[in-house]
């Protein structure tokens, strides 16, 4: 409560003139001294509740991002591990066919785009009709997991 004063005339009932004399009682201040410290004291009160809804508001929307994120952390990993085994697995696999290459003294390549042996399409349809299968286990988890959240909803 510092700084030039002004003088201001206000039009006010009886009943706020009464108010204001009793606070002046009461706290030991000239009627301006009541109003400077009921405008400080409304500004510091609606400061701190608007700090504290803010507050509120921030942690609601981290719960809720939370709950959105804890699952798709999950798959994350999974996918993650999957990947990792997958680039292991075809490191070794181009190993493997390096090793073979100099073994059999290799020329040419025989790609599957010129020539593509029994064996291989057979091992094409198994590879196919696995991930079919894994997929549609997926499917079906999924499916199930939805009608039991739906069930406990």
Do not use: C
């Amino acid at each position: 409560m510092t700084g030039t004063k002004k003088k201001k005339n206000f039009w006010l009932t009886d009943s706020t003139i009464l108010k204001l004399e009793q606070l002046a009682t009461d706290k030991n201040l000239t009627l301006g001294g009541v109003i400077e410290y009921l405008i400080e004291t409304l500004f510091a009160h609606e400061t701190s509740q608007n700090q504290a809804l803010l507050t509120e508001v921030e942690a609601i929307i981290q719960k809720h991002l939370q709950s959105i994120l804890e699952p798709l952390t999950d798959d994350l990993k999974r996918v993650r591990v999957t990947g990792n085994v997958i680039d292991r697995n075809t490191q070794m696999m181009l190993e493997f066919w390096n090793h073979y290459f100099i073994m059999t003294d290799a020329k040419q390549l025989g790609s599957t785009d010129k020539y593509k042996t029994v064996p291989f399409e057979e091992a094409e349809e198994v590879i196919k009709d696995r991930i079919a299968h894994n997929r549609q286990k997926k499917i079906d988890r999924e499916t199930k997991r939805a009608l039991s959240d739906n069930q406990d909803s």
